[in-house]
């Protein structure tokens, strides 16, 4: 299974813009690209996903390499709530099955 | 109704100890999934239910036992378990549709199991 890389955390100050970024070097033509995250003491959530093209949606934006060997998720204006661990995933085509990555965890400082 | 609920969400059980975990949803999704997660780590995939038939097993330990009795319910079966499988355990549900993108996972609670 293809894997991804994440740093450890990242800090960010709130009302500012955070991007996350994700290497997926190993990414074959057919994976798609997820972001989930997971606030305290919740199961995980759906933020984004994309194969090629950048995505946005009311949560958060996908920006993808040309390449697709690495993305970025961009937090346009970081809050309170924000804070969590953010997983980026590959999921092929061929199952719904998914591999989590060691994600990165996202303080926000008021 | 966008909600997957497991029950219980905290189980203490000792090694010798028979227990169930219990999930459910209503958003007519026909794959399954249960995850294990230790603390600071991010969740692995245990099995995978589709269409009610096991379809992934991760290699995971036969003290383990899913079972998924109908398309909303899915259940795992405790035994013998060991103390490092004190866990939390995740279940979740998508769309059985490998042809669309989509297919977000819904992911519920959580139930915090420690085995004594």
């Known amino acids: 299974d293809a894997k991804t890389t994440q740093p450890n955390s990242m800090e960010s100050n709130e009302e500012e813009p955070v991007h996350l970024p994700c290497n997926h070097s190993t990414i074959s033509g057919t994976d798609y690209i997820h972001w989930y995250r997971q606030l305290p003491s919740q199961g995980p959530e759906y933020v984004i996903h994309?194969?090629?093209s950048n995505v946005n949606n009311r949560m958060a934006s996908l920006a993808i390499a040309e390449d697709r060997k690495s993305s970025t998720l961009i937090l346009h204006r970081a809050t309170l709530r924000d804070a969590a661990v953010y997983y980026c995933?590959?999921?092929?085509?061929?199952?719904?099955?998914?591999?989590f990555g060691t994600g990165t965890s996202l303080t926000v400082i008021p | 109704d966008t909600e997957v609920t497991q029950t219980p969400k905290h189980l203490v059980m000792g090694m010798t100890n028979k227990k169930s975990l219990k999930c459910e949803q209503h958003m007519g999704h026909r794959a399954m999934y249960w995850y294990k997660q230790k603390a600071k780590k991010p969740p692995e995939l245990m099995f995978v239910y589709s269409y009610e038939k096991l379809s992934i097993n991760e290699s995971v330990p036969s003290r383990f036992s899913p079972e998924c009795p109908n398309s909303s319910l899915l259940n795992l079966h405790l035994h013998a378990l060991q103390p490092e499988d004190s866990a939390l355990y995740l279940c979740a549900s998508s769309q059985e549709s490998r042809q669309n993108s989509y297919n977000e996972q819904f992911f519920g609670p959580g139930t915090r199991l420690t085995v004594l």
């Open positions: 994309g194969l090629t």
């Open positions: 995933i590959l999921r092929t085509n061929t199952g719904n099955q998914f591999y």
